[in-house]
């Protein structure tokens, strides 16, 4: 998916929103030790910045060299390009070491990603047994009655000639696949979730 946003980089980095501020201090008074997160997929950086509020450091990788030349600078964030190519063992080394990260984030993106490799990697990074996984994405705002109802047309017209993969963003994440167990915190295609898995004590959060 690295070639998908190319041609439109300096457009993505003005039309991308950002995430409300008690977002990320919900997901900071989650995870016991706030030195080391990992953003996924930064793109430009939109929930790196957030997350940099509340950690000491962060690293942000996407698979784009050119979203990460448009990639907003902020003292605690350090942006690393993380090419396909790059092996499961050279990725972990280049976040940390295993058991390191304190938050992992995706923000509208863990649909594009590897499922089976991101869930393997990320369960080798988390610091056990408080790391935490978050994953979210917005879909479609709201604006007015009419607009909205313009916009979903177009967008349900359109959706036969999008990547597949983006059903799953449309869908408010209900058919990704996760092997975790909820504990309970919202609803998967709602507005949130909080889950953790059977092996390991990782946490998952989304708003959808």
């Known amino acids: 998916m690295a070639g998908l946003f190319e041609k439109q980089v300096e457009m993505y980095l003005d039309a991308r929103p950002t995430y409300p501020a008690e977002w990320y201090k919900m997901l900071a008074e989650l995870t016991a030790h706030h ?4 953003d996924v997929g930064t793109g430009n950086g939109q929930a790196a910045l957030g997350v940099a509020e509340h950690y ?8 784009s060299e050119s979203q990460l030349k448009f990639a907003m600078q902020h003292p605690q ?7 396909l190519s790059m092996s499961d ?9 295993e058991d390191s990260v304190d ?16 869930y393997s990697v990320a369960s080798r990074l988390l ?11 917005y879909g479609i705002m709201n604006v007015s009655p009419k607009f909205d109802a313009a916009v979903k047309h177009w967008f349900e017209s359109t959706l036969p000639y999008w990547n597949s993969k983006i059903e799953l963003l449309s869908g408010g994440y209900k058919e990704l696949p996760f092997p975790f167990e909820s504990v309970g915190w919202g609803q998967r295609g709602t507005r949130s979730l909080l ?3 059977r092996s ?8 959808c």
């Open 103 to 118: 938050l992992i984030t995706v923000a509208q993106a863990v649909h594009w990603f590897d499922l089976p490799r991101f």
């Open 56 to 63: 000491e450091q962060v690293i942000a990788t996407d698979v």
């Open 77 to 83: 964030i350090r942006y690393l390009h993380t090419p």
């Open 89 to 97: 063992d050279e990725l972990v080394n280049l976040i940390g070491t």
């Open 195 to 197: 889950i953790y898995p």
């Open 35 to 38: 030195s080391l997160a990992w």
């Open 127 to 137: 610091r056990k047994p408080t790391g935490v996984l978050a994953v979210w994405g």
């Open 200 to 207: 390991c004590r990782l946490r998952a959060w989304w708003e």
